[in-house]
């Protein structure tokens, strides 16, 4: 069964960490390209930051460079965003999808940045 299953969200203070994780089954996790997506209330889904199966080619958006971290562990086919530095504006839903070739979304993980 293909599914993808997001966790370590939560509340956090601004200028506060998270990390979260996506554990992946179903395809042959390598292969892909994966990425982060976040939805804020009443905004479009946006992509945050993604990379080649290989690990070897990391792509983040203009919004998060510099603070947030994609990486992946083919072994056990997870994918991580490390975020620090986090701010009000990172508010959102988080999901991770395949970055070509989309599956359908999983429940993402929600991250709330307040004080």
């Known amino acids: 069964q293909v599914q993808l299953v997001e966790s370590g969200g939560g509340l956090v203070q601004p200028g506060g960490s998270l990390r979260l994780s996506c554990a992946a089954s179903?395809?042959?996790?390598?292969?892909?390209?994966m990425g982060w997506y976040r939805q804020a209330p009443g905004k479009e889904r946006e992509l945050v930051a993604w990379?080649?199966?290989?690990?070897?080619?990391?792509t983040y958006a203009d919004s998060v460079k510099g603070r947030f971290a994609i990486s992946r562990d083919n072994a056990k086919n997870t994918v991580y965003l490390q975020m620090n530095s986090l701010k009000p504006e990172d508010t959102a839903v988080y999901y991770c999808n395949r970055r070509f070739s989309a599956l359908t979304w999983g429940q993402g993980t929600q991250v709330t940045v307040s004080s």
């Open positions: 179903g395809f042959t996790f390598s292969n892909f390209a």
């Open positions: 990379l080649a199966g290989a690990g070897d080619s990391i």
